[in-house]
């Protein structure tokens, strides 16, 4: 099955992004620190990766950056998933290697199209 890793440190919204990626067919794991994705991922590589920017103390396109060099998460596509709809921050999480960027709060609709551009529905 595939799996679908939800970064974001508020709980229902990691929550509900799982109950809807469930919905849709997938393995959802929420994490809600950048960290605690780190080792999640590092126990188990999920087949995508949903990433909140706006995280307290912690500038969501570096963690973007990081998620990227990992050798574990190179690979792993990465949609952003964030209330910042501004253009240069769409340019700054595709020039850091997200796949996609929808906005919160996200619809099905919104999630389902991006799940399929990233090739995992």
Do not use: H, W
């Not at 919204?13 to 994490?31: I, K, P, Q």
């Not at 706006?54 to 952003?80: Q, S, Y």
């Amino acid at each position: 099955m595939t799996t679908a890793l939800v970064v974001d440190d508020n709980r229902a919204t990691a929550d509900a992004l799982c109950s809807l990626l469930m919905v849709l067919g997938l393995e959802a794991v929420a994490a809600y620190s950048p960290l605690s994705a780190l080792e999640m991922a590092a126990a188990r590589r999920p087949d995508v990766l949903l990433l909140d920017l706006n995280m307290p103390g912690v500038n969501g396109v570096e963690v973007l950056r990081f998620f990227k060099r990992e050798p574990t998460l190179e690979a792993v596509p990465v949609i952003v998933v964030t209330s910042d709809d501004q253009p240069e921050t769409r340019e700054a999480v595709r020039r850091a290697g997200a796949l996609d960027l929808i906005v919160k709060p996200a619809s099905a609709e919104a999630l389902e199209a991006a799940l399929k551009r990233a090739g995992v529905l």
